[in-house]
């Protein structure tokens, strides 16, 4: 589809609807996943919660090929060269197979020491993550390969083929996790064995579609064809501050998730299911962000600069009245949400604290959203990785000196520092990149930098 023409709004909701669908499946498989293993108590949640941050992590490397095709391949689609976008996808691919595989082993050989990080008084705790992490590191390698692929449809306007890829491997995976949990009796394995099973199954699809599909982005894709050295700099040049950036998001959050577990695995537990319900805005917007790349990036490509900034006013409007509608979802019935997962009286009174604190920075995430793939999408992304760095950095001593025994707020004081520093990056990002399109506007010849 080609982005630079028609009503913006228009082709940006049909190429995103797709992604957001993608995510809002993923979205409700963690919750299903959740419900499920919720009736096996805290203990299950706690310990697919802590192994899903080191899921969560690997997201850091899988960036490198699905960011470096966001970027290059829109903006190569943009400028009509299809054989630059065809060798950056293989040689991203070529990326994307060698960290997913070296994760896994990663994963499979040091899960203790992984474990060991949350430093879990419950010693079933500790058993069932290093299980769950062993097992599930198999379907790593085949969730980057199909990002990546993924990315290359999503720049050419086509997010529907992955949206149906996904679609089929999260259904596989939401039937497969009560069969496998409990009429197999394999607990939280089963969960693992059921999302293995289902990152192949959308891997094995979207491999297909791209080498033999009609609506595949480009003809004759060569995906095993030798990597070029002056791409693999170029997409690590791109994506290094994306994938940095995440990594050390992720980490900040681990440690943050260790001064909840200071507080016991119910802690740990209310975190864990409260996070799903609030990924709401961070993956539908996330879905959204995904779009506005390979959306800014043709019309960068093309050169239109007009059109650029009247998309980033329509995403602004659009993500922003979604993050209100989020807010007020978590502030008001969100704890009766949430019992549906976790039918415990207590952490059901606990998570309304919880899910009303994080319901004041969901607006400013959404601005961050908008600023960051903003920046993204013109080949910019060292500006969005310094604003969340520094934020996600000092989150951590701020949630250890509000939850500290000087303060007396306890485990909410973990909470507020999420919140207050979710809010601070969302405004900084978007007033920076504000600057950025009025300091173009005012000398045409900074579009060129």
């Known amino acids: 589809m080609d982005l630079t023409n028609g009503p913006i709004l ?47 992590m690997s997201v850091a490397f899988m960036l490198f090929g699905s960011i470096g095709v966001s970027i290059g391949v829109s903006q190569a689609a943009g400028a009509n060269d299809e054989g630059k976008a065809k060798s950056l996808t293989a040689t991203a691919l070529f990326i ?8 896994a ?29 062993s097992t599930v590191a198999v379907s790593i ?38 069969i496998l949990i409990f009429t197999f009796g394999l607990g939280v394995l089963g969960a693992a064995y059921a999302t293995a099973i289902a990152q192949a199954i959308a891997c094995a699809m979207i491999a297909y579609a791209f080498a033999r599909g009609k609506r595949r982005p ?25 994938c940095a950036e995440s990594f050390l998001f992720t980490f900040l959050v681990m440690a943050t998730s260790r001064r909840e577990a200071f507080f016991g695995a119910d802690a740990m537990a209310i975190s864990r299911v409260g996070s799903q319900i ?22 960068y490509g093309a050169r239109k600069w007009d059109r650029i900034h009247a998309t980033r006013r329509t995403a602004t409007a659009v993500l ?34 919880y899910l009303r604190i994080l319901a004041i920075c969901q607006i400013p995430m959404c601005m961050e959203g908008v600023a960051s793939n903003m920046f993204r999408g013109i080949g910019k992304t060292i500006q969005p990785a310094i604003v969340s760095t520094a934020c996600n950095i ?9 939850s500290s025994d000087a303060l007396g707020l306890g485990l909410p004081g973990v909470w507020i520092a999420i919140s207050i520093t979710a809010s601070i990056k969302g405004i900084w990002s978007y007033a920076w990149y504000i600057a950025k399109e009025t300091k173009a506007d005012q000398d045409p010849c900074n579009r060129q930098t």
């Not at 306007?157 to 996790?177: E, H, Q, W």
């Open 278 to 299: 609030e990924s709401l805005t961070w993956l539908v917007g996330g879905a959204f962000g995904s779009a506005l790349i390979s959306f800014v990036g043709q019309n």
């Open 394 to 402: 000092a989150r951590v001593p701020l949630a250890y000196a509000l």
């Open 96 to 103: 994307s197979i060698v960290l997913g595989a070296a994760f």
């Open 218 to 242: 480009f003809e004759s894709p060569k995906l095993l064809a030798a990597p070029r050295p002056d791409e693999i700099k170029w997409i690590f040049k791109k994506a290094l501050p994306v």
């Open 10 to 56: 228009r082709r940006l909701m049909r190429l995103a609807v797709p992604i957001i669908g993608s995510q809002a499946l993923q979205m409700l498989y963690n919750l299903t996943d959740m419900f499920w293993l919720g009736r096996l108590g805290s203990d299950e949640v706690a310990a697919t919660g802590a192994a899903g941050l080191y899921l969560w």
């Open 320 to 353: 922003v009245s979604y993050g209100a509608f989020v807010a007020l979802l978590l502030a008001v019935p969100g704890k009766y949400i949430f019992g549906i997962f976790l039918p415990d009286a207590a952490l059901i009174e606990r998570s309304a604290l």
């Open 105 to 133: 082993v990663a994963m499979i050989m040091f899960r203790r020491q992984m474990v060991g990080f949350f430093n879990f008084s419950e010693l079933n705790v500790v058993a069932l993550t290093e299980s769950y992490l």
């Open 141 to 178: 390698p085949l969730t980057f390969v199909t990002a990546t692929l993924g990315a290359a449809y999503t720049a050419y306007g086509n997010s529907r083929t992955p949206f149906i890829c996904n679609a089929v491997g999260t259904c596989v995976n939401m039937a497969l996790d009560p």
